[in-house]
């Protein structure tokens, strides 16, 4: 059974920086891909950063690009981190983290089959 849980989330000013972390159980394959979506108040879900688990490649949303990271430590450690730096007011959201249930590189929330509960970030003076 996979579960996964988000930590990390919280109040911070803008300009700043947060780290998010992500606990997965079950196996993770390789050919998985696992992925960052935020969702704001009154607004849809939307992808922020995925990677390959095996090769660790990765990808970002334009929005965040340069000032996000998506990583993973090693395969074996099932644990996903999205590095924050540079953040403003509009990066407040429920963050959550996702995981393929097959080969699937992609940006649509739709082809993701395991989520998180969600951890808020709000980015506020």
């Known amino acids: 059974q996979v579960q996964l849980v988000e930590s990390g989330g919280g109040s911070v000013q803008p300009g700043g920086s947060l780290r998010l972390s992500c606990a997965a159980s079950?196996?993770?394959?390789?050919?998985?891909?696992m992925a960052w979506f935020r969702q704001a108040p009154g607004k849809e879900r939307e992808f922020v950063a995925r990677?390959?688990?095996?090769?660790?490649?990765?990808?970002y949303a334009e929005s965040v690009k340069g000032r996000f990271t998506i990583s993973r430590v090693n395969i074996g450690e099932k644990t996903l981190y999205l590095q924050m730096d540079s953040v403003q007011p509009e990066d407040t959201a429920v963050y959550y983290c996702?995981?393929?249930?097959?080969?699937?590189?992609?940006?649509?929330?739709?082809?993701?089959?395991?989520w998180g509960q969600g951890t808020q970030v709000t980015v506020s003076s």
């Open positions: 996702a995981r393929t249930s097959g080969s699937d590189w992609s940006s649509r929330p739709s082809d993701y089959r395991y």
């Open positions: 079950g196996t993770i394959f390789s050919s998985h891909t």
């Open positions: 990677i390959r688990w095996g090769a660790a490649t990765t990808n």
